[in-house]
């Protein structure tokens, strides 16, 4: 045998022992974390600032190999909050927009600020900015920034897609709609180049357009405007395409907070879009309120291997207070055209390929950190709600839970400043009556189509703060009819950790929960919990 033939079978050998072991090949060595409920960074550690934008693909002016730009707004006080997370912020102050490049998606690196406050505010007044997207404008050979700028629209153009932008025009809506601003809007980039700006009416959002981008009488603006949807408010307004169908989609009007995602679909970009004026939720995204998020623009991969949409949320934690992190990234997952919206806290990328998978430090709770209810729940405010998302109380003894009665238990706490120095956001589960009680609160977590809960061995954890006056207090969690849980023995007046080990998932499914039995006025507020597969 030559040393030719020897390498060979060198080769062979080192591929049979990879396959019989079931190790990674090359192949998946691409695959790069995305991980949710964290503040972003930049791949040299700078702070990711870039709320109600987008992604859009152009060629780096500088070398031309096409790369992803992320624009999006820096507001003053996601700086404030990131650094101090205890405290909710109620303006929103424009800083700059900004720019990120990639080449995987997944790794960002600071471009700049492309609008500044120079440009946008040059009198120095403050008006909101935000709601924007980036479109190259061949005739013009610009690119151009389509912002909402305080009651109207502005157009920026640049000469490349890092900036600098500069003031182009200002486009009053009112001839188009009949309202002078839009109420959301993102900018979608179909297969063929041409862009749209998608946005919604300016007074109640009951109605969302489409409007191709192009040149008018020599100034960047909008070619015509087509009706899609008239019906229930929305906001958060997004469009994305996929296997040739174009889907709408958008979020309630909760102001800052997170929101079940909708959607319409549609094989014509201007329509019309099914069902008619009816859009339908998402599945997935009804337990968590599309893991705490507002629709915020989308981005569809077409890989080597498969077609992904990212659903690109954000997170306006600053304002709501409802988790950590600004943007949440999840892969859709689509039965036909049904399109499936996936939870996930961490989560796998390949972007080259198109593929993804479930990380193996993903947390299966949802709505773990009650974040999604905004707000005290029982509500008989919009959304009308009875039980926290996610999970259902049963009353086992002690007032019953009602929409309209007062005598009706709290089941969420609002969290104070020196609580959300130990846990995460405005709120947590409350255990507590004003009578003696006793209550099981539990979520049932299992395989979805498309995310496995994969058999084996996990960790149950939770942040928990309680009075004394509980006969019974635990978590549990049953799989398999083998039930594991950990009592609760004493009272913690600070948050303190709990936690079960080695709890063994069988068939794809298991049961979480608490347990309490008190007396009148006991308390155990309930924050943080987490279900990770064993390394």
Partial sequence: MNQSDTLKQEMKNIFLIIFFLGLPLMADAQLKNIKNDVFWDT??????????????????????EKKYYWYGVQYQEADIYRKNPSVTLKNATFESVTCYSSTDLVNWNVEGDVLTKAVTNPEGKGTWVGRLGVTFIKEMNKYAMFVQHGSEVLIALADSPTGNFS???KINMQPLIGTTNTGDQTVFTDDDGKSYLIYSYGKGRNKIYVSEIGVVDGKVNLLDCSKVFEGESREGNCMFKYKNKYYMAASNIYGWDSSFAYYLVSDNIRGPYTPANNM???????EDYAHVTQTGFFYTIKGSKEETVLYCGDRWADFAGNGL????????????????????????????????????????????????DRNKIPSNFKPVQEQLLGWNTEIIKGNKISTTEASSPTLNYFNTEQDRKEVTGEKSLQISDNIDFSRKIKQIISSSPYVPLKDGLYTLTARVKNSNGFDELMMYAVSNKKTFNVKITKENNAWVTISISNVAIKNGSIEIGFLASAKADSFCMIDDITLVKNK
Avoid: C
């Avoid at 791949?43 to 031309?64: A, V």
């Avoid at 339908?280 to 009804?286: P, V």
């Fill in 43 to 64: 791949q040299k550690g700078t702070p990711i600032y870039s709320q109600g934008g987008g992604i859009f693909r152009f060629p780096d002016p500088k070398t031309g």
């Fill in 167 to 169: 003031w182009h025009q």
């Fill in 325 to 372: 992190g600004y943007n949440q990234w999840f892969p859709l997952s689509f039965d036909g055209a049904v399109p499936y919206f996936n939870s996930l806290s961490s989560w796998n990328l390949d972007e080259k390929t198109g593929e993804w998978a479930v990380a193996s430090d993903n947390n299966f709770v949802m709505n773990g950190s009650f974040e999604a």
């Fill in 280 to 286: 339908q939720i998402m599945k997935g995204s009804s």
